[in-house]
């Protein structure tokens, strides 16, 4: 128990109070983590969250995974047109906000901007 972890010695109060609750803390999570051991609840790798993993699998229904391959292909469409494009502005970096504008040049119908998609298609190469 912690009361007999510390020595009580410590000269003034603040210090053996101080040092108290660090012995109670540290008392309270190895009591804790105890717990979790009996109980056999570990973290998940698949969902970081606690769950049984008496069985082999584990035993909480995750989400699948389509958000993340939703923003890899995403990020793959940018980088496509960034390169279609980066080829006519080689100088500059291309944020967010030259991606939009980009973006509009190459609406079919010329967009806001009054450009048609043949000028920011990139470098034609003659056939």
Do not use: D, Y
Not at 14 to 28: E, G, M, S
Not at 33 to 43: C, N
């Amino acid at each position: 128990h912690p009361r007999r972890l510390m020595k009580l010695c410590v000269k003034s109060r603040k210090l053996r109070a101080k040092r108290w609750k660090r012995c109670a803390k540290r008392w309270k999570l190895r009591v804790k983590s105890r717990k979790l051991r009996v109980k056999r609840w570990k973290r998940c790798a698949k969902s970081r969250k606690r769950c049984v993993k008496s069985r082999k699998r584990c035993t909480r229904r995750v989400k699948s995974s389509s958000r993340k391959v939703q923003k890899i292909r995403r990020s793959a469409q940018k980088m496509k047109f960034f390169s279609a494009v980066s080829a006519k502005r080689p100088g500059k970096r291309s944020g967010m906000r030259e991606f939009r504008k980009l973006l509009f040049r190459a609406l079919p119908n010329g967009g806001p901007c009054g450009f048609s998609a043949e000028e920011t298609a990139g470098p034609q190469v003659p056939a």
